[in-house]
C-alpha cells in the first residue's frame, strides 16, 4: 500500500510527458495485479483505476492478452473476481471503471474477429457478440453513474470517464443517440473532470482543443510527445482557417515543431488537413 501511494504521489508531482504518464500507468497496472494475487482488494482497486484514467494503452500485455481465448484474460478475471470484494462505494466504483474496460476489451476483440472470418455466418456471429457487449456496456455505465452521481464522495474522474464512454458509443444502433445528446454528454463529462485530456480530444471545440494544446508559449493539458498531440494541433489549424488565420498559423506551426516528439503515425486526417493546409494561399506565412 505505502509503493502504491509513493507512485501515485510521484505521478502527480513528476515532470510533465506522455512517456512518463505512460511509464507511471504502466507501473501501476503491474502493481495492481500483485495486489490482486495478494488478496488486498481495495488497494487493487485504486491501482488498476489509476491506471486506466492515466492511459489504458499502457496496460501490458500479460494483462491484456485475450486474442486467443477472452475468458482465459488476466484483467477480465481480476474484473470479474473483483466484483466480490466491492464492499465500499469508493471501491464499488473503481470496480465498475474496470469493468466498463473489461467490455470494451472483448469488443474490440469481437470487431477484429468480425474482420477476420471466413464467411458470412461467422461474421455475422461476432457483429451480434459486439451489439451483445455494446448493449451490456451502456447498462453497465447507466446503472453505475445512477447509483453513483449523486454520491458526496464518489470519484468525479471515473463518473466522467464513465460518461466519456456512454458519449463514444452511443451513436451506435441500438442505442442510436443524436450527434446533440452525445455533445451534451461529452460536455458533461468535462464539466466533471476539466482536466481529462481524453474527454477534451473527444468533444474537440475550440475551447477543447485550446485546453488541450495551450499556445506555442504556454503547454496545455496534453503533452507534447503524446501521440495524438500534432494530429490535433492539424485539426484545430484546419477548423480555424477561415476563422482566424493567426491561430491557424500558430497551431500549424506547433503541430509540426512537435511532431517528431512522437513515434506515432498521423493518421490519414491529419495527414490530409496537414498536407492541405501547406497548400493554401497562406502557405508562405506558415513556412
Excluded at 78 to 104: F, G, N, S, Y
Excluded at 190 to 217: C, H, K, M, T, Y
Excluded at 242 to 253: G, L, P, R, S, T
Amino acid at each position: 500500500a505505502q509503493r502504491l501511494h509513493r507512485l501515485l504521489a510521484s505521478g502527480k508531482a513528476s515532470a510533465r510527458s506522455y512517456a512518463a504518464r505512460f511509464a507511471t500507468a504502466g507501473e501501476l497496472f503491474g502493481l495492481g495485479e500483485g495486489l490482486f494475487l495478494e488478496g488486498r482488494w481495495s488497494d487493487c482497486a485504486l491501482a488498476l483505476a489509476e491506471g486506466l484514467l492515466l492511459e489504458a494503452a499502457a496496460l501490458p500485455a500479460s494483462l491484456a492478452q485475450s486474442a486467443s481465448d477472452p475468458e482465459s484474460c488476466t484483467f477480465g478475471r481480476i474484473a470479474e473476481e473483483m466484483k466480490a470484494h466491492a464492499h465500499d462505494a469508493a471501491t464499488a466504483l473503481r470496480v465498475a471503471l474496470l469493468e466498463a474496460q473489461w467490455h470494451e476489451m472483448r469488443m474490440i476483440l469481437a470487431r477484429l474477429l468480425c474482420e477476420r472470418a471466413e464467411g458470412q455466418d461467422a461474421a455475422e456471429t461476432h457483429q451480434r457478440r459486439w451489439f451483445q457487449l455494446l448493449v451490456s456496456l451502456h447498462e453497465h455505465v447507466a446503472a453505475t453513474l445512477r447509483r453513483h452521481l449523486q454520491g458526496a464522495e464518489a470519484d468525479r474522474r471515473i463518473l466522467s470517464r464513465l460518461m466519456l464512454v456512454q458519449a463514444q458509443y452511443g451513436a451506435n444502433p441500438p442505442l442510436s443517440r443524436s450527434a446533440a445528446e452525445l455533445a451534451q454528454t461529452a460536455e458533461r463529462a468535462i464539466s466533471l473532470w476539466p482536466q481529462d485530456v481524453f474527454s477534451r480530444a473527444w468533444a474537440r471545440r475550440r475551447e477543447d482543443f485550446e485546453a488541450l494544446l495551450g499556445s506555442r508559449n504556454s503547454e496545455g493539458l496534453l503533452e507534447r510527445d503524446a501521440p495524438d498531440f500534432s494530429k490535433l494541433c492539424y485539426l484545430f489549424a484546419w477548423d480555424l482557417r477561415d476563422a482566424d488565420i493567426a491561430a491557424c498559423q500558430e497551431y500549424f506551426i506547433l503541430g509540426r515543431q512537435c511532431e517528431s516528439l512522437s513515434k506515432q503515425v498521423l493518421s490519414s486526417e491529419a495527414s490530409q488537413k496537414k498536407e492541405a493546409l501547406s497548400k493554401l494561399s497562406i502557405k508562405e506565412a506558415l513556412s
